[in-house]
């Protein structure tokens, strides 16, 4: 479902990307926008903390 691509899109953001937080938030809340209904803005948030634990303790960044 939806909370599994947010999920999804938050770790390529912040793993792949390598993007802080608050742009990795910007880009998450555009894509959100088209949701029907869109998530609320703290499942987002949550989404996003989880993903940024994961990426920092993986290192998943390409070249790594």
Do not use: F, Q
């Not at 939806?2 to 953001?13: E, F, H, M």
């Not at 390598?18 to 088209?34: C, I, K, S």
């Amino acid at each position: 479902g939806r909370d599994s691509r947010a999920y999804k899109l938050a770790c390529w953001l912040t793993c792949d990307c390598g993007l802080p937080d608050a742009e990795a938030l910007t880009v998450l809340e555009t894509w959100n926008e088209r949701n029907d209904p869109p998530m609320a803005g703290g499942e987002l948030r949550d989404i996003l903390d989880h993903a940024a634990k994961y990426a920092k303790g993986r290192n998943l960044k390409r070249g790594a």
